[in-house]
């Protein structure tokens, strides 16, 4: 498989023991996590998408970032991630999710 273009990490918030048990699962990002997948797929976009264990943003989950880039967005639903999938589409950040430092 060649590197894709953008890498998407949802947190999941796995633990160590991989049980899903924080903020963001409990928000839906599994859901998320689906939805991204279609909508890659159906966009035809060179991106692949992956769930992470806790990155620590519990305040502000579901969390998403975008590789190589480094954007990271907070408080996603699917209609925020289709604004960010819009914007890869154009090769920028959808600056209005991102997250503040």
Same mark, same amino acid.
């Given at each position: 498989?060649?590197?894709?273009?953008?890498?998407?990490?949802?947190?999941?918030?796995?633990?160590?023991?991989?049980?899903?048990?924080?903020?963001?699962?409990?928000?839906?990002?599994?859901?998320?996590?689906?939805?991204?997948?279609? %909508?890659?797929?159906?966009?035809? $976009?060179? +991106?692949?998408?992956?769930? &992470?264990?806790? @990155?620590?943003?519990?305040?502000?989950?579901?969390?998403?970032?975008?590789?190589?880039?480094?954007?990271?967005?907070?408080?996603?639903?699917?209609?925020?991630? %289709?604004?960010?999938?819009?914007? $890869?589409? +154009?090769?920028?950040?959808? &600056?209005?999710? @991102?997250?503040?430092?």
């Amino acid at each position: 498989m060649a590197k894709p273009q953008y890498h998407i990490f949802v947190c999941n918030s796995f633990r160590l023991t991989g049980e899903p048990q924080g903020v963001c699962n409990k928000k839906g990002a599994r859901d998320l996590l689906q939805y991204l997948e279609e %909508e890659i797929i159906n966009r035809g $976009l060179d +991106a692949q998408v992956s769930s &992470t264990g806790c @990155l620590k943003v519990c305040t502000r989950g579901p969390a998403m970032v975008v590789y190589p880039a480094g954007w990271w967005y907070g408080e996603m639903t699917e209609q925020k991630a %289709e604004a960010v999938l819009d914007a $890869l589409e +154009a090769g920028e950040p959808a &600056t209005e999710f @991102l997250m503040d430092s």
